[in-house]
């Protein structure tokens, strides 16, 4: 008889705390002390499909989905295909009736070959090549997102018949988030700022073209947002630009594209912001800006990423080394890092980490887990309690990886790109197989 079938009670205090607000909805701790998503084992997706892998939960993400759908019942909620996209996620994301933003013909023709109705795809960037433009013409995009006064010009000049546009407007808002992705501010490269009127010229000249119907406007404020009064201001002056465009040109707009950025935790006591607290302020800012402005209520579209496909995601990877540094620290060493999870040397972004392959009763010990890239800076949680009979083969698994992370991972050290994994029902399916050295091999040309 084991010391845990006599004292069942000991499992609990040796158990790691995983946090609902952190791990995917799917996540539970079996009688051997492995974390399991979706009812597979990590240490078995571990063995099956290698290390690192990227594991996904589809019922997690398909319930975020659906969570957006009850708390904004009206508003159109358009998935941002950049924090992570694959024929499955896009189909997903769909059948649960949400819409898709994408940023790249590459995103576009991934939604496509999903089947995803190209009118419930919105084509968003600041630098969208002609050949860009031209596939989101070709296939018919429901919202091409207007970002400089070149690109008015050169989307004009290639329609043949009307498109539907929004044009993307700077608020002037700082979100107080990592500069690296505040996109609310002026000083930074999207979109036409409200301030000096330059929002004020795109308009014009967008107006001038006949084959641009203009709809909407669209701001996004940045990413990994906590407070939702940005979002309240936000509606404040983008109602304030609509009445002034009625005012100048008579037109009234009917759709107002609030973007995306809700915030996350990645770590249990990490803010995030909450669904429904946004939902009343949008509320309460257009029932005020609507009001003062005596304009009628334009549709509100969302554009989450992060916070549909985030907490859905789960980075699994072998130890391969353990190394105590004499008056420094403990280092364990895993077989990814930078290359699965840039998002800490780019933000200093902190991570939580769980051992995931077995009970342990030793003592936590504080550790920093380190990838194996050749860069100091490579460390995927500084920092972090593990517990202190770690060795080389254990697994460790680190939540909050859907989003951001297969969509920014690179070959660096030529490092193949992990597989994704979906987990559903007690099964598991490779959604992208892990790159390989031969593949990186094939891209090379020929001596
Ligand atoms: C235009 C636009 N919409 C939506 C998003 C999604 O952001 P997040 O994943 O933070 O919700 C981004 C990225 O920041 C964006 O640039
Ligand atoms: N890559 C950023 C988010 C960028 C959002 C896209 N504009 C992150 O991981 O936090």
């Not at 498109?163 to 988030?177: E, F, K, M, S, W």
Request: charged share 20%; proline share 5%.
């Amino acid at each position: 008889m084991t010391l845990l079938e006599i004292f069942p009670s000991l499992r609990s205090a040796m158990t790691p705390r995983l946090d609902p607000a952190v791990w995917p909805d799917g996540t539970h701790v079996d009688d051997h002390g492995r974390i399991t998503v979706a009812g597979v084992a990590l240490a078995d997706i571990a063995d099956q499909y290698g290390t690192p892998s990227y594991v996904l939960d589809e019922m997690d993400l398909r319930g975020r989905c659906r969570t957006y759908r009850e708390v904004f019942p009206e508003a159109e909620i358009a998935y941002a295909g950049k924090a992570l996209l694959t024929r499955a996620v896009a189909s997903w994301v769909t059948e649960e009736g949400l819409a898709l933003d994408v940023c790249s013909a590459g995103e576009l023709a991934i939604a496509l070959s999903a089947g995803v109705d190209p009118r419930r795809i919105i084509m968003h960037g600041n630098a969208k090549t002609p050949a860009e433009l031209a596939a989101a013409r070709t296939a018919g995009v429901g919202r091409i997102v207007l970002d400089s006064v070149t690109e008015i010009a050169l989307l004009a000049s290639s329609l043949t018949r009307r498109q539907n546009v929004l044009i993307r407007v700077t608020p002037g808002i700082d979100a107080h988030t990592h500069p690296a992705v505040a996109t609310g501010v002026t000083d930074q490269k999207f979109g036409f700022p409200l301030a000096h009127g330059q929002a004020d010229d795109a308009v014009r000249r967008v107006l001038g073209q006949p084959r641009l119907n203009l709809v909407g406007l669209h701001c996004h404020l940045g990413s990994q947002i906590t407070d939702a009064a940005h979002f309240a201001t936000a509606v404040h002056l983008m109602v304030g630009q609509m009445a002034q465009i009625r005012l100048d040109h008579g037109l009234i707009l009917t759709e107002l594209d609030l973007g995306g950025g809700h915030g996350i935790c990645y770590r249990p006591d990490d803010p995030q912001l909450d669904l429904s607290t946004l939902a009343g302020a949008i509320e309460n800012a257009l029932d005020e800006a609507c009001a003062r402005y005596r304009f009628p209520r334009p549709r509100i579209t969302l554009e989450p990423g992060r916070a549909v496909a985030g907490r859905a995601g789960v980075t699994v990877y072998r130890v391969v080394s353990v190394k105590h540094i004499t008056g420094g620290r403990t280092f364990v060493c895993v077989d990814g890092g930078m290359s699965d999870n840039p998002r800490v040397a780019l933000y200093g972004a902190r991570y939580s980490v769980a051992l995931a392959n077995r009970h342990s009763s030793a003592a936590p010990a504080v550790v920093t887990v380190a990838g194996r890239h050749c860069e100091s800076g490579d460390e995927l949680a500084v920092d972090v309690e593990l517990p202190s009979d770690l060795h080389p083969g254990d697994v460790l698994a680190v939540p909050g990886t859907g989003a951001y992370h297969h969509s920014l991972a690179s070959t660096y050290n030529a490092v193949g790109r992990p597989p994704i994994v979906a987990v559903r029902d007690g099964r598991s399916r490779e959604l992208i197989r892990r790159e390989t050295v031969e593949d990186l091999l094939r891209r090379e040309a020929s001596r």
